[in-house]
């Protein structure tokens, strides 16, 4: 496996369930990314972990719960969502935090997630 | 806060030339990114600019005035395969590792 990798890439849950989304990244990076992108609206920053350590977290609802084991994965965990949280949910990651040349953010395929 | 303005859509033939722009409103403006993004697939980055000026890579080149808040993103001998969402994302010192982005551009590519 190369690059970010993404699993499931589509998921359909109910509002009641429990799930978790898994993100792995074969690039030996230091800073992972969780993204929302609802349709027509701009990618939305969810949380960035650097060094296994949160460093981010943008107004997230409670419903997701981040986990970050190593710097390698990342998990999104998700409970009693709602069908407004249905989106594409994408993973990066980067070198570190720090914008600068050459350390750039390389995406996952991202999960398709739909709230019933 | 930032506030990030890109056109939704353009279109344009193949071979000829498009030009995206980005305005965006930031405190402690720190860089600013390209991503191309086809539909149902990742963004992939493009091009990153902190310094006023053009850079170009191939066929594609970005440009930043810092003073103006306004960046570029210039598509030439357009393909079809250049058909894609092209989003502009800003990063500030004010937020370690937030990349800010705008809505994204969707360039159609007609025969």
């Known amino acids: 496996e190369t690059g970010v990798t993404q699993t499931p890439r589509h998921l359909v849950m109910g509002m009641t369930n429990k799930k978790s989304l898994k993100c792995e990244q074969h690039?030996?990076?230091?800073?992972m990314y969780w993204y929302k992108q609802s349709a027509k609206k701009p990618l939305e920053l969810m949380f960035v972990?650097?060094?296994?350590?949160?460093?981010e977290n943008n107004s997230v609802p409670s419903r997701f719960s981040p986990e970050c084991p190593n710097s390698s994965h990342l998990f999104l965990h998700l409970h009693t969502l709602q069908p407004e949280d249905s989106a594409l949910y994408l993973c990066?990651?980067?070198?570190?935090?720090?914008?600068?040349?050459?350390?750039?953010?390389?995406f996952g395929p991202g999960t398709r997630l739909t709230v019933l | 806060g930032q506030n990030i303005d890109q056109p939704t859509e353009m279109t344009a033939t193949e071979g000829a030339i498009v030009q995206i722009n980005c305005t965006y409103q930031?405190?402690?403006?720190?860089?600013l990114f390209w991503y191309q993004q086809h539909a149902g697939e990742a963004p992939t980055f493009l091009s990153y600019?902190?310094?006023?000026g053009l850079e170009e890579k191939g066929r594609f080149s970005s440009f930043l005035s810092r003073s103006k808040g306004y960046s570029y993103l210039l598509l030439k001998e357009l393909q079809m395969k250049d058909s894609a969402s092209y989003l502009c994302?800003?990063?500030?010192?004010?937020?370690?590792?937030?990349?800010?982005f705008g809505a994204g551009t969707q360039v159609v590519v007609t025969p």
């Open positions: 990066a990651s980067s070198q570190d935090p720090a914008p600068r040349p050459g350390n750039e953010q390389f």
């Open positions: 690039l030996g990076h230091n800073a």
């Open positions: 972990y650097s060094l296994e350590e949160r460093v």
């Open positions: 930031t405190s402690g403006f720190n860089g």
């Open positions: 600019n902190v310094l006023d």
């Open positions: 994302a800003v990063t500030s010192t004010d937020s370690w590792g937030k990349f800010q």
